[in-house]
C-alpha cells in the first residue's frame, strides 16, 4: 500500500510540474498585468478610452491637417530609435535631436511634431503607453536644448504601421522602435 502511495504522489508531482508552462520571466507577450487575486487590472492601468482621453485632452487635434498615417518623408528631421522596451533616449541618438533642435531653433515657424511607434510585441495598451513615453523622453531631451514643450506636439501610435509577425532582432522591428520628429507649419 506504501508503495502505491509513493507512485501516485510522484506521479501526481510530475503531472503538476509538467503543467507548467514555464519558469521563465514573462515575455513582452505577456504585458497585461494580472494578480494572484485574479484582477484582469490591479494596478489601475490605463484602459484604450483612457489613453484616447488623455492624448486628446493634449491638444493633438490642434494639429489641423496634420495626419499621422501619412507624413511625407521630407517633413522628417529626424528619427530617433529605441532598444527593445526601452524609452530613454540612447547616447548614440542624441546628437540627432541635437541638430533637429537646432533645425527648430533656426526655423521658429515650424512645429514639432513627435510621432512614436513600438513593434508589434505586447498589448495594444502597453505599446501606446510605450510609444508615448518615447516621445515623451524625446520631448524632454529637446526641452533641455531649447525647444520648449510649447513648440512640440506628442502622438502616441503604438503599434500602428509595425511589422507583424517578425523577430524581435529583425532589422524590421528595429526600425519600428522610433520617434520620428515631424516639421509641421503653424
Known sequence: ??????????????FFLSACDSLDSPSPLDTRATAASGDINPDN?????????GLQDRGINGLGAFDPDHINPEDIVCTVYFG??????AANERGKIKQAAD???ANPGYK???????DWYGTEE???LLSDKRCKAVQDY????????????????????ATMDVAKN?????????????KFKQ
Open 142 to 161: 529637446m526641452g533641455s536644448l531649447g525647444i520648449g514643450p510649447e513648440r512640440s506636439e506628442v502622438i502616441a501610435r503604438g503599434e500602428a504601421g
Open 84 to 89: 527593445f522596451d526601452q524609452y530613454a533616449v
Open 126 to 128: 502597453y505599446n501606446m
Open 170 to 182: 529583425s532589422p524590421e522591428a528595429k526600425k519600428d522602435r522610433r520617434v520620428d520628429v515631424v
Open 1 to 14: 500500500m506504501k508503495k502505491i502511495i509513493t507512485i501516485a504522489s510522484l506521479a501526481f508531482s510530475l
Open 112 to 118: 514639432v511634431v513627435l510621432v512614436g511607434h513600438t
Open 45 to 53: 492601468l490605463p484602459g484604450d478610452a483612457d489613453m484616447d482621453a
Open 103 to 105: 533645425y527648430y531653433s
